[in-house]
């Protein structure tokens, strides 16, 4: 059986979703995981883009074994420098140079003439041998490159020293046999191909980059760019879910297979979700909310008596749990750590007695602890800002006959700040005294509350998205009380913002 890699872009086209940004730190967080998802290689971001991405980058590579750690650079000097100096001293590692291609990125954007960006692939692959050995090239919105050109384009960097060519559907345009057809003619039409791997890029626009993927898999490409949950810009990338699953349930008509965990696949969902905030629709394949629920009495009687008649797949087999409901106040310490294991959260001593700190708290409020609980427990205190601005206390006077107010203390670096505003509603009003102390502008861009776990007594959730000197920066926070969950949500978003832009929290 052909084995594919599974070329993980999560912490680069991934973040690149609106409100999907991660702190350096985010981006190890999720790294690990992945690892433990057994990706081939993870894209770790843009390194000359700005501060945060370099560093996130080179995080990444240093705490990883593993994946091939790669780093995303335009055919510009500065951006392979930048690429190669965040890699430096890494054993797996690869560069991923780019230039677009089609006769819309020619006129408008490059204003280049063909013959110009044959040379330009030339000189930077070229250039790119001075820091690796691994170099992948694409030429950006491939699909809607003419096929003649793109062929030469292809010629060009692996005559140059390419070691993969990548081929994008850049805006999720291609049709199958159309995505298929271009991967058989660079397969059959390219002096030494066969020496380099063949790696495809597809965006979901239309709704095909999973089917356009297996096409070019099944034509001859042999690397696969995927993200998890499908997120990335527009309507996002490949699935690494769907297309490791395909590969799985239909492996009596698909020859090909990876080297995926499958039982981790639900676990890395999650982590992403909490991290981002980014909530999968629930009817999302694989992995949404609604895929193992059945309402029809027809249904439901058929996966009583056999759950194959409606269910093609277990939730085990993806390491989701048929019955999440496990812990309670008097779980001790073993049975927490064991049920973070399964979900390849590993912490040290430190981090460990904080969360079973904060599992013992909710235990006394709530009966029941679900996975759930533990996983946003555990992402809460990973991404508490060592500097960062800290919610100490807030008081509320609400009420449909009264004018909400809200007063509220927050810490930052040792000192202690507060501020009381009024508002449309209890919740406007904290955000507007937060925004006071830390004099940022702040647009709320996205609100989404909603439980974890289940019953009256389930904590609420709200994941946030703000607008902040025009960029967009997410957040999260969990609580019994949906109005401190929504300012600790409010307040995690302006420190990853402030982590992105300068560093100053860590």
């Not at 041998?129 to 950006?140: A, G, L």
């Not at 699909?143 to 960097?157: G, H, I």
């Not at 056999?306 to 999440?324: A, F, L, Q, V």
């Not at 106040?329 to 001593?349: C, F, N, P, Q, T």
Request: glycine residues 6%.
């Amino acid at each position: 059986m052909k084995r594919i890699k599974i070329f993980d872009t999560t912490l680069r086209d991934g973040e690149q979703s609106p409100g999907a940004s991660m702190t350096p730190d985010e981006k190890v967080e999720m790294a690990l995981m992945l690892e433990a998802l057994g990706v081939d290689l993870i894209e770790a971001g843009f390194p000359v883009s700005s501060p945060a991405q370099f560093e996130g980058v080179k995080k990444v590579s240093q705490a990883v074994v593993k994946p091939t750690v790669v780093a995303l650079a335009r055919c510009v000097e500065s951006d392979i420098d930048a690429a190669g100096e965040a890699l430096k001293n890494i054993k797996n590692r690869r560069i991923h140079v780019f230039i677009a291609t089609s006769p819309i990125h020619r006129k408008y954007k490059l204003r280049m003439e063909k013959e110009e960006i044959l040379k330009r692939i030339e000189n930077y692959i070229n250039y790119a041998k001075k820091y690796f050995s691994d170099i992948e090239f694409s030429p950006e919105d491939a699909s809607r490159t003419e096929l003649p050109f793109l062929v030469e384009v292809v010629k060009t960097a692996v005559k140059a020293g390419a070691t993969t060519i990548n081929i994008p559907d850049t805006v999720g345009y291609s049709l199958p046999e159309e995505f298929a057809n271009i991967i058989k003619t660079i397969k059959e039409g390219v002096p030494g191909i066969e020496n380099v791997d063949i790696s495809v890029h597809c965006h979901n626009d239309l709704g095909l980059a999973l089917i356009n993927s297996i096409y070019a898999v099944k034509n001859g490409a042999n690397q696969v760019e995927v993200t998890l949950n499908g997120i990335g810009e527009r309507a996002g990338n490949c699935a690494l879910e769907e297309f490791v699953m395909a590969s799985k349930v239909r492996r009596d008509l698909l020859d090909f297979g990876t080297n995926i965990n499958p039982e981790f696949i639900y676990p890395a969902s999650r982590l992403l979700v909490h991290i981002t905030g980014i909530i999968p629709s629930r009817n999302k394949p694989i992995i949404g909310e609604n895929v193992f629920l059945h309402e029809s009495g027809i249904h439901q009687d058929g996966v009583l008596k056999m759950r194959e008649t409606y269910e093609i797949m277990k939730p085990e087999d993806i390491g989701r749990p048929s019955e999440s409901l496990v812990l309670g106040r008097h779980s001790g310490r073993h049975a927490i750590k064991k049920k973070l294991e399964s979900y390849s959260v590993k912490l040290d001593e430190e981090k460990f007695q904080r969360v079973f700190e904060r599992f013992l708290e909710l235990a006394d409020k709530k009966k029941e602890v679900f996975d759930d609980d533990l996983i946003s427990i555990v992402s809460d205190v990973l991404r508490e800002p060592i500097n960062g601005y800290r919610l100490m206390h807030f008081h509320v006077h609400t009420g449909n006959t009264l004018l909400p107010t809200a007063t509220v203390k927050l810490e930052f670096k040792d000192d202690e700040f507060e501020a009381a505003e009024t508002g449309n509603g209890p919740i406007d009003a904290i955000f507007k005294a937060i925004d006071r102390i830390t004099g940022l502008k702040t647009k709320l861009y996205e609100y989404i509350i909603q439980a974890v776990g289940s019953g009256k007594n389930a904590q609420g959730e709200v994941k946030l998205t703000l607008e902040i000197e025009g960029q967009f920066s997410s957040g999260r926070g969990i609580s019994t009380d949906i109005v401190e969950a929504s300012a600790i949500a409010y307040i995690n978003a302006i420190n990853k913002h402030l982590i992105i832009k300068n560093g100053l929290l860590r």
